[in-house]
């Protein structure tokens, strides 16, 4: 993991900490936690900018796939295809997701803002990635899940492979998720789950932190009889999604 990436969230994490403990608006957050009686409108003042910090954090630590892993995403994985053909079928915001690791710019998905009932999966293989049990806002921007979906050949493994990296490096600026199926890249998963209360993310403490692009989402309640529906990842909002910075 790149030096400059540690060190960039580093700065960001200390950032909010401080606002979080030496801001007016954001020393309810200490209150809260010996009163019930918090008003709600500063509460979601303090979520907000512990959010803000979170996605000014998360654009400035993104970096290129070389900088992240240098696994490869072809080797020991059950679908394998040349760079070139990757290229021809996925489009060019899928491809540059999947496989070369970038990351999309927030708010720029179609599944940022999607809420219907079904499964998230990948845009490169169609393996089942996320349900949508899982998926919360988070503010950041991006596709927010608290877990992947498990393997149906092995319910001890999920269809997700996280980055084998320390648990420092983890607990300090996440770790690269990938489709376990094709190696396909995804996003992170950072361990702060714990800011998110009220979502299925403070139960299991994890954030995992998805590309759109990487997916497709597919609607419950569709008959086999007919070609299943499905909404592609790279496609922008119908509507001009409101990041949720403080101004």
Request: aromatic share 12%; net charge neutral; glycine share 10%.
């Amino acid at each position: 993991m790149a030096y400059g990436r540690i060190v960039s969230f580093l700065f960001f994490f200390f950032f909010g900490v401080a606002n979080a403990f030496f801001t007016p608006a954001a020393s309810c957050e200490r209150r809260r936690l010996q009163s019930t009686s918090l008003n709600a409108k500063n509460f979601m003042l303090c979520r907000e900018m512990m959010q803000n910090t979170l996605t000014f954090g998360a654009l400035l630590t993104a970096s290129p796939a070389s900088a992240r892993s240098t696994k490869s995403r072809t080797t020991g994985y059950d679908i394998q295809r040349t760079e070139a053909e990757w290229a021809q079928m996925l489009s060019p915001q899928q491809n540059f997701i999947l496989r070369q690791g970038g990351t999309e710019s927030p708010y720029s998905s179609i599944l940022e803002g999607e809420d219907r009932a079904g499964l998230f999966v990948c845009a490169g293989c169609g393996t089942p990635l996320f349900n949508s049990k899982e998926k919360f806002h988070s503010g950041t921007g991006w596709p927010s899940f608290a877990a992947p979906t498990m393997s149906k050949f092995n319910p001890d493994v999920s269809n997700v492979e996280m980055e084998d990296v320390s648990t420092f490096q983890y607990q300090l600026a996440g770790a690269e998720v990938r489709c376990r199926t094709c190696g396909g890249h995804l996003g992170d998963v950072f361990a702060d789950g714990f800011l998110f209360p009220g979502t299925p993310a403070f139960a299991t403490g994890k954030r995992y932190c998805i590309d759109g692009g990487a997916l497709l989402f597919v609607p419950n309640n569709q008959s086999t009889d007919d070609e299943l529906e499905f909404v592609r990842g790279d496609l922008p909002p119908t509507k001009p999604a409101k990041p949720v910075f403080l101004g």
